[in-house]
């Protein structure tokens, strides 16, 4: 249990890092931006991203003397959250597999194929492993969806396809 | 008077039998996607705007009004049946609602949260009619220097009166002004934080950061921690309510209100507070005093009013002054962005007919609301045991569909899962996410109004501070950063006792 608590302790110090790079990246952005134009008014695009970033580097600090004093952030509870459970990186990278497939492929083979892979995908990441219902339900959704939207409701999503053929 | 005929112009536009329908199918789907486990009314909200991108405004708000409500009742519905509530307002409603559900008194603690969801509704948006015409008329004068003040309040607010950590609010807040930064920027046409990216020079839309530290980040912080075979939701039939019961309640329900609407008016994080002192509030005035903590319906009655009056409260900062005092207003905000109108004072002038029309489907929807979740309460109860797979795998593909509609690109569903890391790694190390939200859309505004005070004043810096307004609401932003000094110094001072 402490050994847990220790790893976690240290693995927040990404956090300050991330803030860090943040502030870092917000700075050199900022100080890239030319001031030579024609600008309205006594304050340029540039001051407030110089606050931020400025900020992010003071925050940054701020948060690791806090996690190296022993301070932690609080993780979120929820309905279905176990926090005295490990990390499950297996099913966050299925999930995750899941969601980056229908980013590549909806504008290959359109949603309603796209979509039924993302529902799929993240319910079997999620330890459903009803080989018949699952990919009944992912489809069904995702073509009832399709419908709704794109002729429904107005919202245009691609066919591909599977829609072309109809 | 003026408000009443606006008023009842505004009932002229929200009977037609097709906005009737919308506001309709608005309470329900509200309530059916609040009612499931895990999303709360913020998650609600931000996935179904899509739903609205085809109506035109008026449809679509009248459409949206029955969504917000729809949505923060149907949270109660889950704390009450099962315990662990997934969202800050209800978790007040699950002390006494569900000990009531397990002594087997679901039904009364489900009718006395419907009740009482409508007491608070139409309590809080009759203070709407009242006090945001008033507010607006009074706003309309205020400047530049006002505004960046406010906003100033808002940010220091959130990070400071809720959470735990003070400096982990900030490093949210800093997060989300830093999204906020990307694109164009407005008064030169500067690129900021494009990376080169022709995609990201519009910035980054509100909706998909809103859909992907809400929903993404907590389907894949749920994954992470997935409880398997949690508690079984209680069974339940029809809602309804005893004589005695009635006795016991309408008293917190017409009290909830009270405590609640100006709660949510102004910047202290919506219900969270208000919840929990009408809970106190009740358990100092209830005959039955012993039976709380064991299920005393006057502790649900209360709060739960209270929080659907804190509900209106916030909606009228948001439409009078466009400030977002809750993470929902904020997804709301940025639905009226969507249709580029600007909430503010002006927008009472500019879209009489819009926002009357909005603030009479809340009476509309108020009604519905009561009218068919009384009856449908037990299906509502069915929708509890839906296999976890299937509900966070839905939650994604709907995200999915939400992002992707804003503008029909594929880079924004990698944007949407690169903010759904963030909102994973900040459920996991404590940042809270409303601060976050707040520096998205508040951020790009506040920066405006302080380059525009700044233009009047000739870049002096007196040009923030020189009005009574804002300085009074910078004394008050002093107040609650020193706070915390005073106490520990008052602390040192007197040692033990």
């Not at chain 2, 164009?184 to 500067?190: A, I, N, V």
């Not at chain 2, 819009?354 to 309460?377: C, D, E, K, R």
């Amino acid at each position: 249990m402490t050994e847990t608590l220790e790893k976690k302790d240290r693995s927040e110090l990404g956090i300050c890092a991330l803030l860090a790079v943040l502030g870092v990246l917000v700075l050199a952005d900022a100080i890239r931006i030319p001031t030579d134009f024609a600008q309205r008014g006594p304050v340029g695009p540039k001051a407030v991203p110089i606050v931020v970033g400025v900020l992010l580097l003071v925050v940054a600090v701020l948060l690791a003397r806090d996690v190296l004093r022993g301070g932690r952030g609080e993780a979120e509870g929820g309905e279905d959250i176990d926090l005295s459970a490990p990390s499950d990186w297996r099913t966050v990278l299925l999930l995750s597999a899941a969601f980056l497939a229908n980013a590549a492929l909806i504008g290959v083979v359109g949603f309603p194929i796209s979509g039924a892979i993302l529902f799929w995908g993240a319910a079997y990441a999620l330890g459903s492993r009803a080989l018949v219902r699952d990919p009944l339900i992912a489809a069904t959704m995702s073509i009832v969806t399709f419908v709704l939207f794109n002729n429904l409701l107005g919202v245009p999503l691609p066919g591909g396809p599977l829609m072309e053929a109809f | 008077m003026d408000s009443l005929t606006h008023l009842i112009d505004g009932f002229g536009t929200a009977l037609t039998p097709t906005h009737l329908l919308l506001a309709a199918v608005g309470v329900l789907l509200g309530t059916f996607i609040g009612v499931l486990p895990g999303i709360g009314p913020a998650m609600a909200v931000a996935l179904l705007l899509p739903v609205t991108y085809g109506l035109d405004p008026t449809a679509a708000f009248i459409m949206f009004a029955g969504i917000y409500y729809g949505g923060m009742f149907g949270g109660s519905t889950t704390s009450i049946l099962l315990n662990t509530p997934g969202e800050s307002a209800a978790v007040v409603t699950a002390i006494e609602g569900n000990k009531m559900a397990k002594r087997g008194r679901g039904s009364q603690a489900l009718a006395a949260a419907a009740i009482g969801h409508f007491a608070g509704a139409m309590i809080g948006t009759v203070g709407i009619v009242l006090l945001a015409p008033v507010i607006a008329s009074l706003a309309v004068d205020i400047g530049a220097p006002d505004y960046f003040a406010v906003m100033i309040l808002a940010f220091i607010a959130v990070t400071s009166v809720l959470g735990k950590s003070r400096v982990r609010g900030f490093a949210s807040l800093l997060i989300g002004l830093t999204i906020g930064l990307v694109g164009l920027d407005e008064m030169t046409g500067q690129s900021r934080l494009t990376l080169g990216s022709l995609e990201l020079a519009d910035g980054i839309d509100v909706v998909i950061v809103a859909v992907g530290l809400f929903a993404v980040g907590e389907s894949l912080w749920i994954a992470s921690r997935l409880r398997h075979g949690g508690d079984e939701p209680i069974p339940v039939g029809r809602p309804w309510l005893g004589r005695e019961d009635v006795r016991r309640t309408w008293k917190p329900w017409l009290r909830g209100p009270l405590i609640g609407f100006p709660f949510g008016a102004i910047p202290a994080g919506g219900a969270e507070i208000p919840t929990f002192l009408s809970y106190v509030t009740e358990k100092k005035l209830s005959k039955h005093r012993d039976e709380f903590g064991t299920g005393a319906i006057e502790g649900v009655a209360g709060p739960e009013s209270a929080a659907s009056a804190s509900a209106s409260g916030t909606l009228v900062t948001m439409l009078t002054l466009g400030l977002p005092t809750t993470a929902t207003a904020a997804v709301m905000l940025a639905a009226f962005q969507q249709y580029g109108i600007q909430p503010g004072p002006l927008l009472f002038e500019r879209e009489a007919d819009l926002v009357w029309g909005l603030i009479a489907s809340l009476f509309v929807g108020t009604v519905l609301l009561l009218v068919l979740n009384l009856p449908l309460a037990p299906v509502w109860a069915k929708l509890l045991k839906i296999p976890r797979p299937y509900l966070y795998a839905g939650i994604l593909f709907f995200a999915s569909v939400g992002a992707y509609a804003v503008s029909g690109q594929v880079v924004d569903l990698i944007v949407l899962f690169v903010i759904g890391l963030l909102g994973f790694a900040m459920r996991r190390y404590g940042l809270p996410i409303l601060p976050a939200i707040i520096g998205v859309i508040l951020g790009p505004a506040a920066e405006l109004q302080m380059r525009r005070a700044l233009q009047l004043s000739d870049g002096s810096l007196t040009g923030l501070v020189n009005t009574t307004f804002s300085v009074t609401v910078y004394a008050i932003v002093v107040v609650i950063l020193a706070w915390p000094l005073v106490r520990r110094f008052r602390r040192t001072r007197q040692p033990v006792g």
